[in-house]
């Protein structure tokens, strides 16, 4: 079992920056992969970036150039630093955990970007 606590939401103004953070229950060394995926009013939930165990990382088309995902082992901690936020990055933000076969979800936390 894998618990991911996210944190770090909340309300900024566009062109602003927040930092997510993505607490797991274990080491980040034993997971295959942590992504960020985001959901927004009406909308399917999509993948903003993800990380796997070897460092590499990919991201959406969208957040390319602004959010950056980053692990530190120490903490088992992943984090999404995005800057230059725009309104439609409004959404909820769920962590998302792939380990040995099995799939783990955060309970999610709102990023709120007004114009």
């Known amino acids: 079992q894998v618990q991911l606590v996210e944190s770090g939401g909340g309300l900024v103004q566009a062109g602003g920056s927040l930092r997510l953070s993505c607490a797991a229950s274990?080491?980040?060394?034993?997971?295959?992969?942590v992504g960020w995926y985001r959901q927004a009013p009406g909308k399917q939930r999509e993948l903003v970036a993800a990380?796997?165990?070897?460092?590499?990382?990919n991201y959406a088309d969208s957040v390319k150039g602004r959010f950056t995902i980053s692990g530190d082992n120490a903490k088992n901690t992943v984090y999404l630093q995005m800057n230059s936020l725009k309104p439609e990055d409004t959404a909820v933000y769920y962590c998302?955990?792939?380990?040995?076969?099995?799939?783990?979800w955060g309970q999610g936390t709102q990023v709120t970007v007004s114009s």
């Open positions: 990380i796997n165990n070897s460092g590499s990382t």
């Open positions: 998302h955990a792939y380990r040995a076969g099995y799939a783990y």
């Open positions: 274990v080491s980040i060394f034993s997971i295959n992969a």
